[in-house]
């Protein structure tokens, strides 16, 4: 079974621009995570979907965004960038229902110069 | 104010000694996971305890659940250099469905 796949793995942007970051969960897994990882915050949560709903959100600036298609396949959105977006963006889905275990994908290093 | 408290931040030891991590907190989860990652690379699952006072094994690692379900932790015999990483505790509280992170514990084993 194919993990969790997340397109682009590096990225390096510039101050104010805008990047979409991609994920493709398990399949048959309906619920996806998305978490900004960073040396100083650690794991931090940003949101999830489930069937193309966000079911909860994080402590994050509008800026930042994120979609659900049908096929369970997940998108992130983040405007305007700022130097301190700067981090890895980990995905990660698990199945409807469980104990909370996820599965992520290995990530993508976003740079803001 | 991290909801899930790691310690230590860091460790080195030698190969071949013994390591405890612990993970606290004063919320009551109703299940907790263990997470090991890699530069460059996702966490990967390592256990899940839901059942307070429960005791895993994963080989050389040992997972417990507090009795109370507040705090958990990982005790690794013999570490060994492939048990580098940074590992994670992660918890779902009772009634929610955010998984929570704690901020991590850095382990490197020389050889």
């Known amino acids: 079974k194919a993990g969790v796949t997340q397109t682009p793995r590096y990225l390096i942007k510039t101050r104010g621009q805008q990047v979409t970051l991609s994920c493709s969960p398990i399949?048959?897994?309906?619920?996806v995570s998305w978490y900004q990882q960073t040396p100083g915050q650690g794991l931090q949560f940003l949101f999830e979907?489930?069937?193309?709903?966000?079911?909860n959100k994080g402590n994050f600036p509008g800026r930042f965004s994120g979609r659900q298609f049908s096929n369970s396949r997940s998108e992130m959105n983040v405007s305007t960038l700022e130097l301190g977006d700067s981090a890895l963006y980990l995905c990660?889905?698990?199945?409807?229902?469980?104990?909370?275990?996820?599965?992520f994908g290995e990530g993508s290093r976003l740079t803001v110069l | 104010t991290q909801l899930l408290e790691q310690s230590p931040q860091f460790l080195s030891i030698q190969e071949g000694e013994n390591l405890t991590v612990y993970c606290n907190s004063s919320?009551?989860?109703?299940?907790l996971q263990w997470y090991r990652q890699e530069p460059g690379e996702g966490p990967v699952l390592l256990v899940t305890?839901?059942?307070?006072?429960e005791v895993k094994k994963l080989k050389r690692l040992t997972f417990q659940f507090g009795d109370a379900r507040k705090d958990s932790s990982l005790h690794i015999t013999a570490a060994q250099p492939g048990d580098t990483g940074l590992y994670l505790c992660?918890?779902?509280?009772?009634?929610?469905?955010?998984?929570?992170f704690g901020a991590g514990t850095r382990l490197f084993v020389k050889a």
């Open positions: 990660a889905s698990r199945v409807q229902g469980n104990t909370g275990e996820l599965f």
């Open positions: 399949s048959g897994h309906r619920s």
């Open positions: 979907y489930f069937s193309e709903t966000q079911r």
């Open positions: 919320s009551v989860f109703s299940s």
């Open positions: 305890v839901v059942t307070g006072g």
């Open positions: 992660a918890g779902v509280k009772t009634g929610g469905f955010k998984t929570i």
